[in-house]
């Protein structure tokens, strides 16, 4: 039987490989009128707000078993709120893209980095969580993307995120569907990382594919040719497709099978219920089972369950795109009695800082607007009569990103050890780097965006580097740093008010992130360890006194010159985790713990203790005046938050740490 499906699985394949060639999907141009354009698009936007708003109520809650087949499910909860916002309301859905939208306004339809990062600095100061949060810490604490959705600096790195938020970079560029892929991809990456971006890919390929194509299955097929070859979501598309041919009458066994291997059996470190290969699953299955029917592919992807309402405002979003507004039911876009536009052609904005209330038509216009021109940079053109215009679009654009340089960790560079480090990411390597000013430590050469030695001398030595694309220069400013040897590594004792995880109080609380990362006693502090299994360690007592005072140091047998330490925080949770003061203290010959006078924090620690603001994985250097002790450590207040759990009222005080460094 396993030999007879796989078979008439891969007959579907090439059959499918067969139509894309008949279709002329490798056409070089597309045409489409400017009207019908707009319709795609005002469908696009109308049907994610459909999505979300008919999503919302099933966020997060069908787990262990999909939803009732009792549809259509409606508005619900959401009906009320649509009331009393006489129109559609803002949510992680549209107000991101609607907040991207306005910086392709401002800047042109391909906005850099820099201007990206400014706008979520600036509009995003709540509603915000996993991925998303971890990025904005990150951009407050200096960073630009796409270190600010690294694996490395951002935990919630695969979680689902960016596939929700980056929908707006395929709808402005139809039929371009390379160009979509790699713009989706290049965004993602604000938030995300490795296969927590390629959902995102998939759907960018397919919305753009959408403009000219509606047939369900030879999208699903676009969208997985745009992915990696070898990445994990590709492998994970085809097995819904696999599924759909096993079961193709009984989409709750095929949800079982899904369920069972991406959520069930996920590795412990990436399992949770808003896993982006997860979702993107759930997705594929509402689509194929949905069968291009716009209401059963809604209600599926509400009864797939997890983080229902993404996957719901997505996958409607797709199917507008496809079918134009007439695909759309009315009775979802009027749900309310005496309106006569999609939502009241209301968009009410109540989630992000001073982003403006709009007309859902205004939005529209503006959306085709940027699209008409991202068109015709592209190489394409329009033609015809007013009225009757005529685009004619160059499938075949490519995807540049802007010059600029992204800023994250320096390297951490060590007297006498060797180093390898890039300033360049793959996004931006291709540019021409060079050192055009400064001196490095010696030891140290630069060749082609990369430091390559080993540092011979300590102390701060100040860079100039240049990047050019032979049309525009720019440069940037950076400080180095040559550490000494980290004596913690050889400390006699660990300092620590907690020196024990309580497992039983951290599941408590609603942690997000997979346990192994969660070290069980405070010995992991200066193990050398940053990341991974056991590297986190959470200062969670059975109860915490009020205030809280957390500190972590080390001791050692004979007398230690001591000038700089650098504490190392860990990932943080959504209702704590982290310092909101920071002080040194030594042992005077007597044991007494002294205060150090006149530190310096680089960087400083964020000025609120409000949670979107906390960086995780943050390296923070404490400077001082040298002294000569036995023993040192950081000491400060942890944040104090209430939390969802009613437990966290008494727990919620901790921090978290995975290395404290201290160098001579």
């Known amino acids: 039987m396993k ?47 459909i999505g979300n708003m008919y999503g919302l109520p099933h966020e ?80 407050h604490f200096g960073y630009t993307p796409p270190f600010t959705g690294s694996r490395k600096l951002n935990p919630h790195w695969f979680q689902i995120d960016p596939q929700l938020i980056n929908e707006i970079w395929a709808v402005t560029a139809p039929g371009m569907v390379s160009y979509a892929a790699s713009k989706s991809d290049w965004a993602a990456r604000i938030t995300s990382d490795e296969w927590g971006v390629e959902p995102t890919i998939f759907y960018g390929a397919m919305y753009a594919a959408a403009f000219f194509e509606n047939d369900i299955h030879k999208l699903i097929e676009t969208g997985i040719q745009a992915l990696p070859v070898n990445g994990r979501f590709r492998t994970t598309a085809n097995e819904m497709k696999a599924l759909y041919v096993k079961y193709p009458n009984d989409w709750k066994e095929a949800w079982m099978e899904m369920a069972q291997k991406y959520y069930v059996n996920e590795p412990a470190m990436t399992k949770t219920i808003w896993n982006a290969n997860l979702n993107g699953a759930c997705a594929i299955l509402a689509m194929l089972y949905g069968k291009g029917d716009f209401q059963r592919t809604l209600d599926l992807s509400c009864a797939m369950g997890f983080d229902a309402d993404n996957q719901a405002a997505t996958v409607a979003g797709l199917l507008g795109i496809i079918s134009g507004m007439k695909g759309l039911p009315a009775n979802l876009y009027l749900p309310i009695e005496g309106w006569k536009e999609p939502f009241n052609n209301n968009y009410v904005n109540i989630t992000r800082h001073d982003l403006p209330d709009a007309k859902i038509t205004e939005i529209i216009d503006n959306t085709v607007k940027v699209a008409i021109a991202l068109i015709l940079d592209k190489g394409g053109k329009k033609s015809g009569e007013p009225g009757k215009e005529i685009l004619t679009i160059n499938t075949k654009a490519s995807f540049n990103p802007p010059l600029e340089f992204y800023l994250g960790p320096l390297p ?29 430590p010696k030891g140290l050469e630069f060749s082609k965006g990369q430091i390559i030695g080993v540092p011979t001398e300590t102390g701060y030595f100040k860079i100039t580097l240049q990047l050019d694309n032979t049309k525009e220069k720019i440069t940037h400013d950076f400080n180095l740093l040559v550490r000494g040897e980290n004596i913690a590594l050889n400390a006699d004792t660990i300092f620590a008010n907690i020196r024990e995880l309580n497992e039983k109080v951290l599941d408590s609380c609603w942690y997000t992130f997979g346990k192994p990362v969660y070290a069980k006693n405070v010995s992991v502090i200066n193990d050398g360890k ?27 047998n004979e007398p230690q010159k001591i000038s700089r330490v650098a504490f190392h925080s860990g990932c943080l949770e959504e209702f704590g985790g982290w310092f909101t003061s920071l002080n040194v203290q030594y042992q005077d010959e007597k044991g007494k713990w002294t205060s150090v006078e006149r530190i310096r924090i680089t960087p400083s620690l964020p000025e609120t203790d409000v949670v979107y603001y906390q960086p995780h994985n943050a390296e923070y250097i404490i ?14 207040d942890a944040m104090i938050q209430d939390h969802w759990n009613k437990y966290t009222k008494q727990v919620s005080g901790f921090t978290s740490i995975t290395e404290l460094s201290v160098y001579n």
């Open 3 to 49: 030999a007879q499906t796989l078979l008439l699985f891969s007959l579907l394949l090439f059959l499918q490989f067969l139509l894309c060639i008949k279709d002329g999907s490798s056409q070089a141009t597309r045409k489409i009128t400017v009207e019908e354009l707009r319709d795609k698009i005002s469908a696009a936007w109308i049907g994610q707000m």
């Open 60 to 139: 997060n809650k069908y787990i262990n078993a999909p939803g009732l087949e009792k549809w259509p499910y409606g508005y619900s909860k959401s009906l009320d709120k649509l009331q009393k916002y006489e129109g559609a309301f803002s949510d992680d859905d549209t107000d991101i893209e609607y907040m991207y939208l306005l910086q392709m306004l401002k800047y042109g339809s391909e906005p850099s980095y820099a201007q990206l990062r400014a706008a979520w600095m600036y509009h995003v100061r709540d509603r915000v969580w996993l991925a998303n949060r971890g990025a904005l810490g990150l951009m």
């Open 412 to 440: 951490e560079l060590v007297i006498g050890k060797p180093i390898t480090f890039n300033f360049f990411t793959d996004a931006n390597q291709a540019f021409n780097w060079n050192l055009i000013d400064g001196t490095l």
């Open 530 to 556: 940053s990341s991974g299994d056991g590297s986190v360690f959470y200062s969670l007592a059975a109860k915490a006194k009020l205030p809280k005072v957390d500190y972590y140091g080390f001791g050692w």
């Open 623 to 636: 400077e001082f005046s040298t002294i000569e002790t036995r023993g040192i450590r950081i000491i400060g």
